[in-house]
T-cell receptor, first 111, second 114 residues
């Protein structure tokens, strides 16, 4: 069974204090690893898709990386508006399998 | 704005009742997915429809059913509601179906069963 584990569950940072969120996964044949951002009371918003180990993608203060067992979401010099829950999800490389999500990391950035 | 519309935004009902949640996908998207989100379980996949046909089922209870209509909007029907059904229900859409598809989520329906 596909599994996605995110850590830490919650993270509190000072504005400007860089850090990383972890997503460990177990999947039979990874097709893609997805990162989403979810604000309170809203649906998840797509950030990145990574397809192969060694791939990296960046968007503003966020950079996502992928290895064969885990992905990291690096946040450089975060701002209070980066506060949200960050979700990781995987899709399998066979059939019509839906995205399997982790439980997320709740990030709070304090000014 | 993702372009996916869900109604109602909030729903409060009693145990044993039946409710219908509605989803309109982004223009041009043929796939509709339903997910349930609770604090302890995270986002759980319920069911997927593509162009009117059911394509995949997840952890969906027999008391729950869904359909996708010719105009591509979808409805999720929840019956004989229990306290444990209280959760956020999300609809998501994508252009096609299959592994690797990026999903666009609506804002969700917050269901409270009292």
């Amino acid at each position: 069974e596909d599994q996605v584990t995110q850590s830490p569950e919650a993270l509190r940072l000072q504005e400007g204090e860089s850090s990383s969120l972890n997503c460990s996964y177990t999947v039979s044949g990874l097709r893609g690893l997805f990162w989403y951002r979810q604000d309170p009371g809203k649906g998840p918003e797509f950030l990145f898709t990574l397809y192969s180990a060694g791939e990296e993608k960046e968007k503003e203060r966020l950079k996502a990386t992928l290895t064969k067992k885990e992905s990291f979401l690096h946040i450089t010099a975060p701002k209070p508006e980066d506060s949200a829950t960050y979700l990781c999800a995987v899709s399998r490389n066979s059939g019509n399998t839906p995205l399997v999500f982790g439980k997320g990391t709740r990030l709070s950035v304090i000014a | 704005d993702s372009g996916v519309t869900q109604t109602p935004k909030h729903l409060i009902t009693a145990t044993g009742q039946r409710v219908t949640l509605r989803c309109s996908p982004r223009s041009g998207d043929l796939s509709v997915y339903w997910y349930q989100q609770s604090l302890d379980q995270g986002l759980q996949f319920l069911i997927h429809y593509y162009n009117g046909e059911e394509r995949a089922k997840g952890n969906i209870l027999e008391r729950f059913s869904a359909q996708q209509f010719p105009d591509l909007h979808s409805e999720l029907n929840l019956s004989s509601l229990e306290l444990g059904d209280s959760a956020l229900y999300f609809c998501a859409s994508s252009v096609r179906w299959g592994a690797g598809e990026k999903l666009f989520f609506g804002s969700g329906t917050q269901l409270s069963v009292l």
